[in-house]
């Protein structure tokens, strides 16, 4: 298995999260609207992701980038920019909702490291795509 076939799988996992969180968060939307349930809170959108999540990601990223040989063309730095530090924090930040259903005072120790290490691991594998 190549770095190119770990990064597709990686992008999917991460499409995947954020569809799931996606979901669940509009099921509690509906749910409030009906009348079945307490209104949403306000962290959960899969989009509102922390600056420590991006940074995390960014330096993941230019990490995977120095340990993989990579042209910096305009096109490469767009790729990085997508799949290497947004979609990686989207889908960390997803995790946190899913696990948290949006309620910051619910996020321990353990759940604030899963979600660093989907943003690390998101951005280390983007070179991949590249």
């Known amino acids: 298995m190549t770095i190119e076939h770990v990064a597709v799988i990686a992008l999917a996992v991460e499409v ?11 099921r509690r939307h509906w749910n409030h609207s009906r009348g079945r349930g307490p209104a949403p809170l306000k962290r959960d959108d899969i989009t509102l992701a922390s600056g420590t999540l991006y940074a995390i990601a960014a330096a ?14 305009l096109k490469s730095v767009g790729t990085f920019a997508l799949f290497g530090v947004l979609l990686p924090a989207f889908a960390a930040n997803a995790v946190l909702v899913l696990m948290t259903r949006g ?3 619910a996020v321990t120790a353990g759940r604030r490291g899963l979600a660093f290490a989907v943003a690390a691991g998101g951005g280390f594998v983007s070179v991949g795509l590249v």
């Open 16 to 26: 995947v999260i954020l569809v799931l969180a996606r979901v669940g968060t509009e």
């Open 103 to 105: 309620n910051p005072g």
């Open 60 to 73: 993941a990223m230019v990490a995977g980038a120095v340990a993989a040989p990579v042209e910096l063309t």
